[in-house]
């Protein structure tokens, strides 16, 4: 993925981002993006074609939600594309979208999820928290421990970033 340019602004399809020259089917058409937010779901990419044959507009395409952050960018084909984060987003995946998108508007609610998620693997060490299997708490081995506090090192990374 290489972003060529990130588009913000594009919250509906009134604001949506336009290409002209759309492929559809052998003809051409125009088409429209934007990411979508609800509060109670989360980030969407959204997009509309018009018919060419007719001029009417086809009903909106959608993808599905990512709870935490959503963006849209042009990569080195001009071709517009997006990346999302979600609740089991990896570190390095949180990592690579903060690193990609530097003007994120989001940018205070990544901060606490981010915080959230480093704390809860540093009492996942601590033993703190922990998982059961037929009620018999279940020790960290060796490499688990060297994975998480490999995520610990990732989100403090992250954080500093987003300060």
Known sequence: ????KMLSGHTSFETAYRVENYP???LRCKIWFWIEHKASKGYRFMSRTENPKNGRMNAPKASTYMEFAGAMYL?????VQWA?????SSPEVILTF????????ERTFLLG???AKERLVEKFLSGESF???NGKKQELSIT???????????????????R
Not at 98 to 105: D, I, L, Q, R
Not at 152 to 161: E, F, G, K, P, V
């Open 1 to 4: 993925m290489t972003i060529v």
């Open 24 to 26: 559809y089917g052998r």
């Open 75 to 79: 990569d080195e084909n001009e071709h």
């Open 84 to 88: 999302g984060l979600h609740a089991y």
């Open 98 to 105: 903060v690193k990609n998108f530097p003007e994120y508007s």
């Open 113 to 115: 999820i981010v915080k």
């Open 131 to 133: 998982f059961t299997i």
């Open 144 to 162: 688990d421990k060297e994975l998480r506090n490999a995520e610990i090192a990732t989100y403090r990374q992250i954080i500093s970033l987003l």
